[in-house]
């Protein structure tokens, strides 16, 4: 019996399959997309190239199927198998060979040429199967529907649903198992039609072993090559919605870190936290509410609530994974003292710019702890329309600032942020200091030009005493030092060549990646 013997009972059968396989199909472009992300950064870099070698590998797994001439639906089901086995095993094979080489880059792209080869003859190879017994017009339309279906489902379940909750261990799996099933119901479905029974009845029963191999032992591999990513033990591992929260414990200390960067480390990291909030809240007129947007690890807030002042606290972090684990994880818990449970504290769970356009509060001192300009969904945060809308919500003789990386590893960034706050028009004041796990690190702090000028906010943040707060390493001393800056930052021509950061120009990023970050 030949392939074109399929009822219309069949034919809708076989779409259902695609709208399946175009589910599945987008969601490998994903994970790989994710993967190459997080283990190699540079998250635009990794998902253009990823995407455009899956697609230019799709357009080679097109052609290639012209040379299937027979017995296509035993071919359709073979690939189908072939999938299930590279997608489920792609996150054990990238961690589990990560863990042993540094050539991760070359495992992840041929795994994207050999998925996109795959996914790439499907179309194809069900259209011909179905071309017998529809139109030409209707059989291409309704098979390229139900994959572009499929492809919106897999998109929106990968954002809200796979990676938040299965992360990047077990999303493969549930993909691979996509394709399983799809193999698995197209040969029980037709397997009157199938030619080859025997070799895909043995297919069937390897695949499903390997399934169930990987269902146990795919989270001690991804557990292992991702220890291997860290010198230090792994004590916390958490994938969301929007990034990748790592924890590492060696000795007493801990480390957080956020898509493989470190964010602070309990050794030192009151040498950021404290200037990053004492001298705004000493300098602030009136400091009483106040603004923080990220920051959710708590440990600004901390320091905050250091002052009595204080009535109320808005933080505003658009990951709620991040927020709940500072407010409930008994690590987080112990390193911010429980402030993410002070009663002064409101904590919400959105994007700083959507928030700033829905809120019209008005703020004594307002603080940017946020990740560092590594990536282009990070610039609207750092341009000078944000920096408008932030002095929007500045109560006279408020404060704004904001961390600006490193003025030493990457100067360019540093001044930048600096030259896009006075262009929003802020009155700035650079600052800086040596924290020993993350080196030079910088904060800009700004004022509306209407309260005072850069020379008096220069010598009134010399004076400041921090008499009436407790810190750890934040004194008169220390404060006139980091106000301070050798030769090479700001008396060179570099500072007048400088662009402003804006949405529709995000130079910033461009600055940022020229660090000689891999100096230190």
């Not at 008396?491 to 529709?504: E, L, P, V």
Request: glycine residues 8%; hydrophobic residues 45%.
């Amino acid at each position: 019996m030949s392939d074109s013997s399929m009822t219309s009972g069949h034919t809708r059968t076989l779409q259902v399959a695609m709208f399946a396989t175009g589910c599945s199909g987008i969601v490998a472009e994903y994970v790989l997309s994710t993967l190459a992300t997080y283990l190699l950064g540079n998250a635009i870099f990794q998902w253009s190239i990823v995407m455009s070698m899956m697609l230019f590998s799709m357009g080679v797994g097109s052609r290639v199927s012209r040379s299937f001439r027979n017995h296509l639906l035993d071919t359709f089901i073979i690939i189908e198998f072939s999938l299930s086995l590279f997608c489920a095993a792609s996150g054990a094979i990238v961690f589990g060979f990560a863990a042993w080489t540094e050539a991760r880059i070359f495992i992840i792209y041929s795994l994207a040429l050999v998925v996109g080869l795959f996914i790439g003859m499907e179309i194809p190879l069900a259209t011909r199967i179905n071309s017998d017994y529809q139109a030409l017009r209707s059989n291409i339309s309704a098979v390229m529907e139900m994959d572009y279906f499929g492809s919106l489902l897999g998109g929106l379940l990968f954002a809200f649903l796979l990676l938040p909750f299965l992360g990047l261990t077990y999303t493969p799996l549930v993909l691979g198992s996509i394709n399983f099933a799809v193999a698995g119901f197209l040969f029980l479905r037709f397997k009157h039609l199938v030619r080859s029974r025997r070799l895909i009845t043995v297919l069937f029963a390897l695949v499903l072993l390997v399934l169930m191999v990987l269902a146990v032992a795919v989270r001690p591999i991804v557990r292992y090559g991702e220890q291997k990513k860290y010198k230090d033990l792994v004590v916390l591992s958490r994938q969301t919605q929007f990034q990748k929260i790592v924890m590492t414990r060696w000795k007493q200390w801990y480390w957080l870190y956020i898509n493989g960067d470190e964010q602070f480390s309990t050794y030192d990291e009151e040498r950021y936290h404290e200037p990053l909030v004492h001298p705004a809240m000493e300098l602030a007129l009136n400091p009483e509410r106040i603004l923080v947007l990220g920051g959710g690890d708590g440990l600004a807030v901390r320091e905050i609530l250091k002052h009595k002042i204080v009535k109320r606290i808005t933080l505003v972090d658009i990951d709620g994974v991040m927020t709940d684990l500072a407010q409930h994880h008994p690590l987080f818990t112990a390193i911010n003292q429980g402030a993410m449970n002070d009663p002064r504290v409101t904590v919400l769970n959105m994007d700083a710019s959507s928030f700033l356009d829905s809120d019209d509060g008005l703020y004594n001192v307002i603080f940017i702890d946020l990740p560092d300009p590594d990536s282009m969904d990070l610039m609207h945060l750092y341009a000078q329309g944000f920096y408008r809308d932030l002095l929007k919500r500045l109560a006279r003789g408020g404060m704004v600032v904001t961390q600006a990386s490193s003025p030493y590893f990457a100067k360019k960034a540093f001044l930048c942020i600096k030259k896009t706050m006075e262009a929003a028009g802020l009155v700035t004041l650079p600052y800086h200091n040596q924290v020993p796990t993350l080196g030079e690190w910088g904060w800009i702090l700004g004022t509306s030009e209407g309260d005072i000028t850069g020379e008096r906010l220069k010598t009134a943040a010399s004076r400041l005493e921090f008499n009436d707060i407790k810190t750890r390493f934040l004194n008169p001393d220390a404060m006139k030092a980091m106000v301070l800056f050798g030769k090479g930052l700001f008396d060179t021509g570099d500072a007048d060549a400088i662009k402003i950061n804006t949405i529709s120009n995000p130079v910033l990023l461009q600055y940022y990646q020229e660090g000689s970050w891999g100096v230190y």
